[in-house]
């Protein structure tokens, strides 16, 4: 009894190797009808002699070495593969079946009485036997052979499907667009992958700019030296060549500097709160292009950076400001934005008063002391209200004051 269920147990590992081979042949056979491209053919980890192929744009398989198969594929006359069985076409009705997608792949099964495999093609509905398991072997792929340029795998019948594979030996430039400003530098590091001890790294450098390569096979890095004149755009190329020739490249975008100030200034409330430097710029706040720097180092304890989340076109620097205490008099910093030559200011005033942003306010709910302040979109007016009165007092750019009554619960 243990014997037959160890038996029927390895008939059915057997099994589910055989149609894995099945499907793995029929990428094979798709990857190489859709022009695909493999990436890697690393060996399997279990001694089995197999290999794990990578393809570009049809996943990875794992092909197991046979010695002999029921099924495999064959190229016909008209170019097309088709399904073979002990190496005759596959015939359903008189029809070969074509190893495509569209069709897609045989599945076998062991026949429970006559322990011979069979095949079906119509989704398990009806099975053609076609062989004794015990001489039928599980592997579709005789071999498989890594070139520099392709991988060949051998076939059932000898034939060979062999598809390129990308070429491994490349330079990686993580960051390729820059902005720089007149008589600045960038600095753009790199790395070569599957490069020999003969690699060099060459640049061609356009629009005046300068370039110097300090780095070796593997990586490092280029100082690019901007003119007095920078043009609006100009493109570099860097190339890295192998001592077999091969070369690989990429190209740098670089753009004239641009550092501005969306807005110079920001007004903040008595009990604190969040405001935004927003600067239109194409230098890069993290590789160093430009900081910020504060007028007073005190500044820092009652303002602190709010951590980035993304990168945008306009760079916004988020910070939050401490509460002002009750007769505290108002404060400024003025917060410096240095880099590539420039310097902007943008101040900041935290007032003695509490200010309220958007539309209208329910003053009735307000029970805090000093005056309320209102920012009103149009105009920079404000609406300042005393504890306790109902007039507000409209204070415009002029510095006119008129006096207004209203209900203490309507703006």
Known sequence: MDDLENRVTELETLVKQFNANIQDLQTI?????????????EPTTDGDGGFIVTFQNHGAITVTNGHSAAISVKQDSDGIYYWTIDGEYLLVEGAKVPATAEYGAPQMRINSETKEFEFSTDNCVTWTP??????????TIKDVVKGEDSVDFTLYDDSVISIPMVQSFALDIAITDYGVAANGSVRVDYAVIEGDENTVVKVVPEGGFTAEVNGDHESGYIELAAPAEVPAATTILVVAVNGKGEMTGKLLNIEKGILTLVKNSAVVGKDGGEFSINISTNFN??????????GSPADMTWIHEVPATKATHIDEIKYTVDPLSDGTESRTSTISIIGQGERLEFTLTQVNEVIVSGGAADFGTYTGSGAVTRRLA?????VRMDDDKCTYAIVNELGRTDSLKVRKDRL
């Open 29 to 41: 056979v798709e990857a190489l009808e859709d022009s695909d491209v493999i990436t890697s053919v």
């Open 378 to 382: 149009e105009g920079g007016n404000r």
């Open 130 to 139: 076609c062989g004794d398991v015990a001489t039928s072997g599980i592997g």
């Open 285 to 294: 706040k993290e590789l160093g292009d430009y900081m910020v720097q504060f």
